[in-house]
């Protein structure tokens, strides 16, 4: 690995940690299902690349440890805490976004 690839590396990781830090910490009210309307993704799908991760670099992680480490805290927990029932106009904004044709 070059030097120039260890630094994108390493700024793809920080840019990273500073997602799951917000994510965790300035915006824990943003619920999932929104994240997954507006953008095809969610806190869950991060935990499910970053365990993903892992095992490609033969690291194994379950689910829950991924989960962890993106929502900093067990996902019980967190869910208790801050995830809502998703209203009805949610769940038809998210069937439409998953009508979207995928790139």
């Not at 990273?16 to 806190?43: E, K, T, Y």
């Not at 799908?45 to 033969?58: K, N, P």
């Amino acid at each position: 690995m070059s030097d120039t690839d260890f630094e994108t590396t390493q700024i793809e990781a920080a840019v990273f940690r500073r997602l799951r830090d917000h994510l965790m910490r300035q915006r824990p009210d943003v619920q999932n299902i929104d994240l997954m309307i507006l953008a095809g993704f969610c806190r869950n799908c991060l935990a499910d690349w970053y365990r993903e991760a892992a095992e490609h670099r033969g690291i194994t992680m379950t689910r829950d440890e991924a989960r962890e480490t993106v929502y900093g805290e067990p996902f019980p927990q967190w869910k208790t805490r801050h995830q809502r029932e998703a209203t009805p106009e949610q769940l038809a904004a998210f069937e439409a976004a998953q009508r979207l044709p995928k790139s």
